[in-house]
């Protein structure tokens, strides 16, 4: 019995001078490039692969690369049929930005058009003349971009069993439709699946 | 039993009713809130619903929480609320064994709260309606999906299915396009629902032509009545509410009752009650053997302890998402494209009127379909 005290109180001081890091708040970095699932959801990771796959398979793409001219896109937005509250605008929002860095394609900036003719409609009233942005110039897009993200899932059945497992499958479908023809011009899906094991009895 | 054994279960059993104590209060807040909500006093409800909540009764609070700030016009807020609930509810699937063994020797209320299934469906059902009054459709048909998988039989088991909760998901899912999978909820709650009417094809009610007609705009209102009873109350008559929807003076047509959440309740209570009493039975014993244990050691102490963990502590689980109306019900009526507002004349099985409200808010628009909820609570 007092080797047994001796133990624990041994081990409560190498605890307690180590400093145990279970036992105190810590905040570190994370490389967004590497890691693992936490579980099968859709995640951060899941955002940046998906979103760097369509962008470069469009910018692959014979599409992107038959003419000279820098073609014009106006995004409206992936239409999320999963589960889960997804920020599809998220996605949306990195696959511009890697797109307009190619400095092939350009974008209209569809969600601040209230913003634009706020400012614009103050410009005309306010500022100097000859330095004010000239209304009835903004650029037509010639391209719309849209897509839709969906989920299916399965799960173990029920019978005698300590955990469960869960599969997810996630598709990414993407279209770019020629805004004067109504034809789609472009398009392509990017998918994956997960599996997360839970257990059924815990402490 | 070695000495001092009985001491330390007699001060187990103190703890555990100084932990019932402290439930207590939780349960007394939740209580107070329950009264205002049901006096129309949703602002006082939900700030008695502010205060820290016993994290074994989370999942009510929030339910609770969550349906005060629907009805009290607080979507946003409310619709966080019930998601919540689901998140923790999907961290609860992983069993307690700790609390489990606990609840063998105390009671189930320190288990916990997870509700009956139809609540955890009923759940996804509120949080949609948040959504609708946002216009958020998107995040509306996320809920019909997780509401539609509440009910798979992996989760549902033998549980009752539940016809309002399909038809939410079928309008949910018909309100951005999916009308396949719309077809098949409103499929569901038609067979769920034989008494109501309800066109498969088109969710419409009525029979023959306005069930397939296609008017031009048309006014989905959700109707919630009554106050459902108790799940152990096996005796519960139906008052037979339903509610008249009215375009100024003129009648666009009636609610259709979708699901009795009595019925839900005590279906349900009855599947569990055999399985409630085997448990009761064998915790009573287990407190029983360990009363006589300590009674050979001491008579008064082992007297003590079977008042403590029998008298005292043995206390049936009588939580419940105490807020949920009774009558679950659906107008789905033409109306004008133009509809500002409308009002809804709630009726008793005789017909006679109890009540009526004006909505303006929450009235939302997608497309050609107008939809709104409505509950006969006063304000």
């Not at chain 1, 940046?48 to 599409?63: G, K, T, Y």
């Not at chain 2, 996804?124 to 998988?149: C, G, K, P, Q, Y």
Request: proline share 4%.
């Amino acid at each position: 019995m007092k080797y047994l005290w001796m133990a624990v109180g041994m081990s409560a001081l190498l605890l307690g001078g180590s400093g145990c890091a279970a036992f105190r708040a810590n905040v570190s970095d994370v490389n967004v490039e590497q890691g693992d699932h936490m579980r099968a959801q859709f995640d951060f990771r899941d955002l940046r692969a998906i979103s760097a796959e369509v962008v470069d398979q469009m910018l692959a793409s014979p599409f992107l690369n038959k003419g000279s001219d820098t073609p014009t896109f106006a995004i409206k937005g992936i239409e999320n049929r999963t589960s889960d509250y997804l920020d599809t605008k998220a996605i949306t929002d990195t696959m511009r930005t890697k797109l307009i860095q190619s400095g092939k394609v350009q974008f209209v900036n569809v969600e601040r058009r209230a913003d634009l003719a706020s400012e614009q409609g103050y410009q005309a009233a306010n500022a100097t003349p000859g330095t004010g942005a000239e209304i009835g110039q903004q650029a037509a897009a010639q391209f719309m971009m849209t897509g839709s993200i969906v989920e299916m899932k399965q799960s173990s059945p029920r019978q005698v069993r300590v955990s469960k497992t869960k599969q997810r499958y996630y598709q990414l479908t993407m279209e770019v439709t020629d805004l004067k023809s109504g034809l789609i011009a472009w398009t392509t899906q990017s998918e994956f699946a997960r599996a997360e094991r839970q257990p059924l009895i815990g402490w | 039993m070695k000495k001092g054994a009985p001491a330390r279960i007699l001060t187990g059993g103190a703890a555990a009713i100084a932990l019932a104590v402290l439930a207590g209060c939780a349960t007394q807040a939740l209580n107070s809130a329950r009264r205002e909500f049901y006096q129309g006093r949703f602002d006082q409800a939900n700030t008695t619903l502010e205060r820290k909540v016993p994290h074994k009764d989370r999942v009510l609070f929030l339910m609770e929480r969550g349906t005060v700030r629907l009805f009290g016009g607080d979507y946003e807020n409310s619709a966080k609320d019930f998601v919540s609930a689901y998140d923790r509810l999907t961290e609860l699937e992983t069993y307690s064994l700790s609390q489990g063994g606990a609840s063998l020797l105390v009671n189930d209320n320190i288990q916990d709260f997870r509700g009956f299934p139809y609540e955890r469906t009923l759940l996804h059902a509120f949080t949609a309606l948040d959504h609708f009054a946002l216009s958020h459709w998107e995040n509306a048909a996320v809920e019909a999906r997780r509401l539609i998988e509440s009910l798979s039989p992996e989760k549902l088991g033998d549980y009752p299915d539940d016809a309002y909760s399909r038809y939410i998901a079928g309008v949910a899912l018909e309100l951005i396009g999916d009308t396949s999978n719309a077809r098949l909820q409103y499929e569901k709650a038609a067979a769920l629902a034989e008494h109501a009417q309800l066109d498969p094809q088109t969710g419409r009610f009525g029979s023959g032509k306005s069930a397939s007609a296609n008017p031009e705009n048309e006014l989905i209102c959700f109707v919630l009545l009554g106050r459902a009873p108790a799940p152990e109350n096996m005796v519960y008559p139906d008052l037979g509410l339903y509610a008249e929807i009215y375009d100024g003076n003129k009648s666009l047509g009636r609610s259709q009752l979708l699901t009795d959440v009595a019925d839900l309740a005590s279906t349900s209570y009855q599947k569990d009650a055999a399985r409630e009493v085997a448990k009761t039975i064998s915790r009573i014993a287990i407190k029983e053997t360990i009363s006589y244990q300590i009674e050979k050691d001491n008579e008064a102490l082992g007297a003590l302890a079977r008042i403590i963990l029998i008298g005292l502590l043995e206390q049936p689980d009588t939580r419940r998402w105490e807020t949920l109306p009774r009558y679950l019900e659906v107008a789905r009526v033409p109306c004008p494209p133009d509809l500002k507002e409308f009002t809804v004349v709630f009726k008793n099985s005789s017909g006679h009127e109890f009540g009526r409200r004006t909505i303006s808010t929450p009235l939302t628009k997608q497309g050609s379909t107008f939809v709104s909820f409505v509950r006969d609570i006063p304000r």
